[in-house]
């Protein structure tokens, strides 16, 4: 089969694989019939992912079929159509116990498909801990419509989940790329106030203000002065999804005294806290990566018509032609949101 295979700093490639096979009896084989590209795809090709490791298939977001089940597997089987998790937790240690399924302490726990072993953008996956990393896709949603489930809409919905946010608040989200979008939908869920997207590109502006018209969009540039200009002198959550340079300031300095700033942003290099620049503002930070444990919850959410990212799936292109498709992702080409890989083409 054809597997998108990180080789080394800078270059991925196309290669012949063999086909997985179950290799423990909890693991799971899944036929993948589309899978996504992620930034998290794009900082394995820059090497600023130290533990991905050279010779893996890339790729950790996508849906498929199961064709083939350990013998402990429990809640899959053979012909299941699936999303998968982007994280691989066990259900059992101290931290999955407690929902918090990014720290599992497994040695194959967290972030392992698609960077620590062989993940997506490819024909078959092998899934670990296979009831826990796969759920199933109810029959009257598609394939496309659960793209994102397992890793960018999973980490809007932990975000919203985690920021606490109630009916009367106004709600900063930093940066509408693909997991400031699935976030915007998650926190709509939330019915708050008042909803402010903060976003440089003038594209991703205008898809804002088009999918979602009872948003307010602001740039970067006037976002401070006009969440100071709120009642309460700034908002109540802050969501800070962009991660670029001054975006982390950005954040706490838009938010009101005893707001939650919750920092979903992976970011290239340290943040400032300037902790007596904040003194008396009494900020509550929360911090990701996603627990990537509410795909079932989504997916019934989609069913019930309550979330729909297919507006976010902007191009799509078979597995053949996946190095343009990198291209266009990579340098933000042609109103690019997400790219899917759909291999039945
Ligand atoms: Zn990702
Ligand atoms: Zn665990």
Not at 208 to 237: N, S
Not at 264 to 272: E, M
Not at 289 to 318: N, Q, Y
Not at 328 to 338: A, L, P, R
Request: proline share 6%; glycine share 8%; net charge negative.
């Amino acid at each position: 089969m054809k597997a998108y295979t990180y080789i080394e700093k800078g270059r991925f490639e196309l290669l012949d694989k063999p086909k997985p096979e179950i290799l423990d009896p909890k693991d799971a084989i899944v036929k993948v019939t589309l899978s996504s590209i992620c930034s998290s795809d794009l900082h394995i090709k820059h090497g600023s992912v130290p533990r991905a490791v050279p010779g893996i298939t890339v790729g950790h977001e996508m849906v498929g079929v199961v064709v083939n089940v350990g013998p402990e597997v429990k809640t899959v089987s053979v012909g299941d159509r699936v999303t998968v998790n982007v994280e691989t937790f066990c259900g059992e240690c101290f931290f999955c116990k407690r929902g918090y399924v990014n720290n599992c302490t497994d040695p194959d726990g967290g972030w392992a498909l698609g960077c620590r072993i062989d993940g997506g953008q490819t024909e078959y996956v092998r899934v670990p801990y296979a009831d826990q990393g796969l759920d199933r896709i109810p029959d009257s949603v598609t394939d496309r419509q659960a793209l994102l489930v397992g890793d960018v809409l999973a980490t809007g919905f932990w975000a919203a989940r985690i920021s606490e946010i109630k009916e009367d608040d106004t709600v900063l989200i930093i940066g509408a790329g693909p997991t400031g979008l699935c976030t915007l939908q998650c926190v709509m869920l939330k019915n708050p106030k008042k909803i402010i997207v903060c976003e440089a590109s003038p594209e991703r502006r205008a898809f804002v203000l088009h999918h979602y018209p009872h948003v307010q969009v602001v740039e970067p540039a006037d976002c401070l002065a006009v969440v100071q200009g709120l009642e309460r002198g700034g908002a109540d959550v802050v969501i800070e999804v962009a991660g670029s340079g001054d975006t982390f300031e950005l954040a706490w300095r838009s938010a009101r005294p005893n707001a939650i700033v919750t920092v979903v942003a992976l970011y290239d290099k340290p943040q400032v806290l300037p902790l007596p620049d904040m003194y008396g503002k009494n900020l509550t930070f929360k911090t990701g990566g996603v627990d990537g444990c509410d795909c079932a919850e989504i997916l019934s959410l989609i069913e019930a018509g309550r979330i729909d990212t297919t507006s976010l799936i902007t191009h799509i292109f078979p597995l053949s032609r996946i190095d343009e498709a990198y291209k266009i992702f990579e340098n933000k080409e042609d109103g690019v949101i997400k790219v899917a890989i759909d291999n039945s083409f």
